[in-house]
């Protein structure tokens, strides 16, 4: 059995392993692209970590989880939401700041 590994093992992986993740950005990258593209309309689909995506990014996401590990799915699902998060924190700091009502003495 190690003849046989030590034999294939450097040129079947890295070629196996380097397709596969190129062909996962790709898909990745198709569906953030339609998210970015579709993002002004009602997001009905869920997918993992709570993201949601409009129905017609429903083919890329199933080409994205097709293509790519669960747990790289995931992952960049979550990159995906931090960043939205972070430029809505900008957005929302840019506001200026929240003043408070005043407080009314109470009459006795």
């Not at 989880?65 to 998060?85: I, N």
Request: charged share 35%.
């Amino acid at each position: 059995m190690e003849a046989y590994l030590s034999k294939y093992e450097d040129k079947i992986q890295k070629d196996v392993l380097l397709n596969a993740r190129l062909n996962c950005y790709k898909a990745r990258d198709a569906f953030f692209a339609c998210l970015e593209k579709n993002g002004n309309k009602k997001a009905t689909e869920v997918a993992s970590v709570g993201l949601l995506y409009p129905v017609e990014c429903k083919k890329t996401r199933e080409l994205y989880d097709k293509t790519c590990r669960r747990t790289w799915v995931k992952h960049f699902d979550r990159q995906y939401c931090a960043k939205k998060k972070r430029l809505l924190d900008d957005n929302e700091a840019r506001r200026g700041p929240i003043t408070l009502p005043a407080t009314i003495p109470k009459s006795t």
